[in-house]
């Protein structure tokens, strides 16, 4: 079993700049596939980036960029820096982490930019 917490959420106006983190209970840096995804209001769930064991990230084209994902293996956290915010960035941002057969979601912190 695997924790995740995100925090850093908040509101801030279009192009300000927001830094998320999720805090894991256990490390999850060797996991198949740790990222940060989003759901707006009346959408799905979609993914925004993601990185590897090696460091190397990818990014949704929407914030392709824009957001930085990054590690801190020691502390057991991710982060997502997310700079030039745009009202359409406006979601509930969610950690998720696949290891082996087992994937796990974080509550969820809230971002909303206002224009």
Known sequence: QVQLVESGG????????LRLSCAASKSIFGG?????YRQAP????EWVASIVSDGSANYADSV??????SRDNAKNTLYLQ??????EDTAVYYCRVIMGQFV???????VTVSS
Do not use: A, N
């Open 10 to 17: 908040g509101l801030v106006q279009t192009g300000g700049s």
């Open 32 to 36: 198949d596939h740790v990222g940060w």
């Open 42 to 45: 009346e959408r799905q769930r």
């Open 64 to 69: 392709e960029g824009r957001f930085t994902i």
């Open 82 to 87: 997310m700079d030039s915010l745009k009202p």
């Open 104 to 110: 796990y979601w974080g509550q969820g912190t809230q």
